[in-house]
């Protein structure tokens, strides 16, 4: 059962528009959602985080949305560069840590010139 | 300062042998975690180190799977008798209790 989804498993976006990428989970237990970028042959690096009490937060050209009442988060890009194509990983945990996180399947970004 | 380090990054055994995983976490993080990443998933939590002991190891598939760190710092993932069922990219991350995961680039492990 996969507690945290990524329904799309690629997006391709053109250079300086919105990327979106989505994440829904089933768990209504997860207190805080994170997510990561991941380059190839690379481990994943934080992009950036929020916690259930939020309903946004915004770092630079990130932000993460939260609707718990839909159980749906999103990560905005504006403006998409080049170098934001990476897989991205939508993950939630129970509690404010993340001793045990729960990772989505991840979604391919490509950002085109 | 470094970043967290994962040695072999590759690996490449036979079906029924034994093998093991190494990470080098970041100086001075307490907290010590292994994922492993199957083709088309996502990071999938294994075990997690407080120290030297192992807080929760609820994602450790089988009894095959131990993983230990003696000295609070490196930490050894142990896969006996290897299935084919077991490749998959094997991840390492470190982080100051309640901090951000900070992961290690890998260890791709294929089980022929």
Redesign the interface.
């Known amino acids: 059962d996969q507690q945290v989804k990524q329904n799309s498993p690629s997006l391709s976006v053109q250079e300086g528009r919105i990327s979106i990428l989505n994440c829904d989970y089933t768990n209504s237990m997860f207190d805080y959602f994170l997510w990561y970028k991941k380059y190839p042959a690379e481990g994943p690096t934080f992009l950036i985080s929020i916690s259930s009490i939020k309903d946004k937060n915004e770092d630079g050209r990130f932000t993460v949305f939260l609707n718990k009442s839909a159980k749906h988060l999103s990560l905005h890009i504006v403006p998409s560069q080049p170098g934001d194509s990476a897989v991205y990983f939508c993950a939630a945990s129970e509690g404010y840590n993340t001793d045990k996180l729960i990772f989505g399947t991840g979604t391919r970004l490509q950002v085109f010139p | 300062g470094a970043g967290?380090s994962q040695t072999p990054s590759n690996k490449v055994t036979e079906k029924g042998k034994y093998v093991e995983l190494r990470c080098d976490p970041i100086s001075g993080h307490t907290?010590l975690?292994w994922?492993r990443q199957s083709l088309?998933?996502?990071?999938?939590?294994l075990i997690?180190f407080q120290g030297t002991g192992a807080?929760?190891d609820?994602?450790l598939p089988n009894d095959r799977f131990f993983a230990v760190r003696p000295e609070g710092s490196v930490s050894t993932l142990k896969i006996q008798r290897t299935e084919r069922g077991d490749s998959a990219v094997y991840?390492c991350?470190s982080?100051l209790?309640?901090?951000?995961?900070?992961?290690?680039?890998?260890t791709r492990l294929t089980v022929l």
């Open positions: 967290v907290a975690y994922y088309g998933q996502g990071p999938e939590f997690y807080a929760d609820s994602g991840l991350a982080s209790t309640g901090d951000r995961l900070n992961f290690g680039p890998g």
